[in-house]
């Protein structure tokens, strides 16, 4: 989930963000997941946050490697044409060591 603030609000009084997310494995690939809507909702007030309307959840397998992953929510905001990267680091762990 995404906590946000500051989106520009459109013409209706309503944000246009959406987020697209991307899982860079230890090797270098990558998944990405799309773009899904984060709000569409009145912008809120300057200064509050609000949570987004999205949710990923990252599930690991015995076939994933082990190590260290990349994680990134590409965030833009279509009134303003603005787009941010928030990255996180996420480390899959052996579980039979």
Do not use: W
């Amino acid at each position: 989930m995404l906590l946000f603030a500051g989106c520009k609000p459109g013409n209706d009084g309503r944000c246009h963000v959406d987020v697209k997310y991307q899982l860079i494995s230890p090797d270098g690939s990558s998944q990405d997941f799309g773009s899904t809507p984060l709000s569409r909702r009145t912008a809120p007030k300057p200064g509050i946050m609000e949570l987004g309307d999205t949710v990923v959840i990252l599930e690991f397998t015995r076939e994933d490697p082990a190590g260290r992953y990349l994680f990134v929510a590409t965030v833009t905001d279509h009134n303003s044409n603005k787009t941010i990267e928030v990255p996180a680091q996420v480390t899959a762990m052996d579980s039979s060591v």
